[in-house]
């Protein structure tokens, strides 16, 4: 499966931004989906993932309570709703897809990748 990520951008301190990620292949609702994200000189970070149907969501603590992931199988994209963003939040965030039976937070976990969408919260 293919990903593209987008939607990031620049935007002030206690705004919204909202990510989407399509995804290529008629197999996506077979992938766990997950959020991670990366910002400079730091590893990549677990944000969030979400199950096959979309039932069952997973948050760091992080987030929780600020992003919400969800996905339409039906268009092949997994989204995230980013609420509150502060500066840290800032980085580059990545989708990514999971052939697996079971969640992970573990990047090493996920099989494919999208390229990155770059977020940039300021105060």
């Known amino acids: 499966v293919q990903l593209q990520a987008f939607g990031g951008g620049l935007v002030q301190a206690g705004g919204s931004l909202r990510l989407s990620c399509a995804a290529s292949?008629?197999?996506?609702?077979?992938?766990?989906m997950g959020w991670f994200r990366q910002a400079p000189g730091k590893e990549r970070e677990f944000v969030a993932a979400i199950t096959w149907g979309g039932k069952t969501t997973y948050y760091a603590d992080s987030v929780k309570g600020r992003y919400t992931i969800s996905r339409d199988n039906a268009k092949n994209t997994v989204y995230l709703q980013m609420n509150s963003l502060k500066p840290e939040d800032t980085a580059v965030y990545y989708c990514?897809?999971?052939?697996?039976?079971?969640?992970?937070?573990?990047?090493?976990?996920?099989?494919?990748w999208g390229q990155g969408t770059k977020v940039t919260v300021f105060q």
């Open positions: 990514a897809a999971d052939s697996g039976s079971t969640w992970s937070r573990l990047p090493r976990n996920y099989d494919y």
């Open positions: 292949g008629r197999t996506f609702r077979s992938y766990i």
